[in-house]
């Protein structure tokens, strides 16, 4: 994972083998490519070959006990907040898979693009017995229309990049081949703009949500632990990693 300059924007890259899965480690990693915006005026977000990302890395917190899976997701929501309040635009090239947690992180992006390829982007928690947390619920509520909400989070569809595009979930298709580039030009276009009406209409915008998330998260974690502990939830969970450990 790495920060590259375009000009007055910032390229994050996501490497994390072929899911981009996010574990703790990539958590603290994503966390430090924060710290090194420097005086970028955008940044673009993408990961490599077929995701975005895939979600959580399963198998590295399915084991783990209720403690310590609250740390981890306490610092996955600070980091998700962080992006969400960034106080420069911020625009997500989603190259490929973007679930769960991966669309998670694709919604704290002010502009969301992308590419027009065979891939599933969604919410698909509820699928496996597990519910959302209030910084996903609010930013997500923040970020689409609202008939979306029910498919996307009730329901915990995945969606095509085209069918993302009809709910909300992406703003914009490119062709694969050119939606680096196309996520490029947006962020340089929103770059130009003199920084600090963007810097307060952005906060005007996100305040609010990330307020409202932040006062919600103590008990609403808890409740989030429960579903994730529950043991419904558990055996679909180890059904998910014994899937993912068998694939090649």
Request: proline share 6%; glycine share 8%; charged share 25%.
């Amino acid at each position: 994972m790495r920060v590259e300059r375009r000009g007055a924007v910032a390229l994050l890259r996501l490497e994390n083998g072929k899911a981009n899965a996010m574990g703790p480690s990539f958590v603290e990693r994503l966390e430090g490519l924060l710290g090194q915006l420097g005086d970028a005026r955008a940044a673009v977000i993408t990961g490599q070959g077929s995701a975005f990302s895939a979600g959580l890395e399963l198998p590295a917190l399915v084991d783990l006990d209720r403690a310590t899976m609250r740390g981890f997701i306490d610092r996955f929501e600070a980091v998700m907040l962080r992006l969400f309040e960034l106080p420069i635009p911020l625009v997500a090239a989603v190259n490929g898979h973007a679930v769960a947690g991966g669309c998670v992180l694709a919604l704290q992006a002010d502009v969301r693009i992308g590419a027009d390829r065979e891939a599933r982007i969604g919410l698909n928690e509820t699928q496996l017995g597990i519910g959302l947390p209030a910084v996903v619920m609010e930013t997500l509520r923040g970020q689409v229309p609202g008939p979306s909400l029910a498919a996307i989070a009730l329901e915990g569809r995945l969606f095509s990049p085209r069918e993302a595009l009809q709910m909300g979930l992406l703003h914009d298709l490119a062709p694969e081949a050119d939606l680096l580039d196309r996520a490029l030009q947006r962020a340089a276009s929103l770059a130009a703009l003199p920084p600090a009406g963007i810097r307060m209409v952005k906060q005007s915008l996100r305040r609010p949500i990330a307020a409202t998330a932040r006062s919600l998260n103590p008990a609403e974690s808890e409740r989030w632990l429960d579903t994730f502990f529950s043991p419904e939830s558990q055996h679909r969970l180890l059904e998910t990693v014994s899937r993912l450990k068998s694939k090649p």
